[in-house]
């Protein structure tokens, strides 16, 4: 253990009194009753929120196989369309050939050399009957010919027609299927927010119960405030009973902050770091380990139970690479090391996520999650926290 000069401890001392006495806990008294109340609120919001994921993930599979149909339904399209292009790149060599052909009868009974071909085709007959037949061979060939260019004009006109059909099909398709995975996302959006919580819903729902029992077997009066009766119990043992602050300490030998406290709906603690990567981790001040787990995203936690003043805080170290050697309830000082520094769990790189509340969701916490939300501290009311430090 490193020697704590006498300025820093009477700093120590001094900040303790601050704490104590000028930065009063801001808690709500709750008694059994009224915490009842909240937890069945809660748990009722928290079902809610269950059947509401079980809902939208109903609608997204229903959506899931649209977008399925719709997307065979584009694939159908595209292929039609590709036939549809063969059937063209077919009917252009058809046009092509055809208008060759109208081209070379036009070119042989048009006039030539500024004279009459079709005249001197008729009249060249031997005979009444030649000239009936040529003059038949002559209409025909018109006839043959103007059947050929209307049915160019009919085969291009129809070309047209279907190109745009399948090719304003497969856009209304698209559109289609861009509007459902819109509501997909829309709907996994609603699903996330309902989940980004820590921890899960059915955890959140067994601790509120928990935190209920434990309170109602402690014997509290009906009007009595549940966190004094806790303490009063609590204290009245040698076995739980927590000492008092003795001073309140960064947690770490020295590094620097990275981000800070913003409150409820915000970064609820702040972050510090170190250049040493896997520097140890204490406790702010004296107090119990109130809870040692790993949260759903797998970072390592501790959490400690403080006396202050008579009123119970906590403060909760995330992020750690591994724990000391350290069980829950056991009482602890500002210099025994809970764990090491790390980067589980969501987390961009090495660092300390601390939080200060005033209550805790888990079993003798005395809140909700909801209510723990809301309930953080500024870490800094109790800690100096310069950008940078080298001593505790």
Known sequence: ??????????????????SIFALPIETQAKTIQEFQDEVNRYTAELEEKKSKIVTNEAEVAKIKEKISEIEKKIEDSENEISELQNEIDESNEEIAAKSEESKKIMEYYQISNGENAYLEYAFGATSITDMIYRLSVIEQLTDYNNKIMKELEELIK?????????????????????????????????????????????????????????????????????????????????????????????????????????????????????????????????????????????????????????????????HLRSFGNISEGQIVTPFTMIGRMGSTGKSTGPHLHLEITTCDWNKGGGCTWATYQRSTINPTKYIVLPSRWNNR
């Open 158 to 318: 129809k070309n047209e027609v279907r190109q745009k059909e399948l090719t304003a099909k497969k856009v209304e398709l698209k559109e289609m299927k861009d509007e459902l995975q819109s509501e997909k996302e829309r709907i996994n959006a609603d699903t996330a927010s309902i989940r980004d919580t820590m921890p899960d819903l059915e955890s959140q729902i067994k601790s509120a119960k928990l935190n209920l029992q434990y309170y109602q077997n402690l014997g509290c009066g009906k009007t009595e405030d549940i966190q004094s009766c806790q303490f009063r119990v609590q204290q009245s043992s040698s076995s739980s009973s927590i000492p008092s602050t003795n001073g309140f300490f960064r947690p770490m030998e020295y590094g620097y902050v990275t981000q800070w406290y913003s409150g409820y709906g915000g970064h609820m603690g702040v972050d510090l770091s170190s250049s040493d990567k896997d520097i140890p981790i204490y406790p702010i001040a004296s107090g119990q380990v109130f809870k040692i787990y790993i949260d759903p995203d797998g970072a390592l936690c501790v959490k400690i139970r403080h006396n202050v003043g008579g009123r119970y805080i906590y403060s909760t170290y995330a």
């Open 1 to 18: 253990m490193k020697k704590i000069n006498i300025l820093n401890f009477l700093f120590g001392i001094l900040l303790m009194l601050v």
